[in-house]
Nanobody, 125 residues
């Protein structure tokens, strides 16, 4: 288990860009070995996976964000990032960072992420 805190969410105009950050602390498992990811949820819609990255820096993206979003990690800072470009109103949601997948292969979590942040709001108009 690890504590996660997201930051960087804000209101932006369509076509704009922002970068989300997720700081980790209190981990009893080496941060560099975690599979990490981002989920999002809008009111009235189901939660969806956005992007994930494994310990070998392989990345996976939802079709809806491919070519626009980029996930990255800085293990020296215990921080995960999500660069979001060409934002559209459909990207409006509460974004959560996640860690500690029970079964991670090729940057895809086939099990469950055990650690979740509190979320940061992104609003695109």
């Amino acid at each position: 288990h690890v504590q996660l805190v997201e930051s960087g969410g804000e209101s932006v105009q369509a076509g704009g860009s922002i970068r989300l950050s997720c700081a980790a602390s209190g981990s009893t498992y080496p941060y560099s070995q975690y599979c990490l990811g981002w989920f999002r949820q809008a009111p009235g819609k189901e939660r969806e996976g956005v992007a994930s990255i494994d310990d070998r820096f392989n990345a996976d993206y939802a079709d809806s964000v491919k070519g626009r979003f980029a996930i990255s990690r800085d293990n020296a800072k215990d921080t995960l990032y999500l660069q979001m470009n060409s934002l559209q109103p459909e990207d409006t949601a509460l974004y959560y960072c996640v860690a500690d997948c029970t079964y991670c292969r090729g940057a895809v979590c086939y099990g469950d992420f055990r650690s979740w942040g509190q979320g940061t709001q992104v609003t695109v108009s």
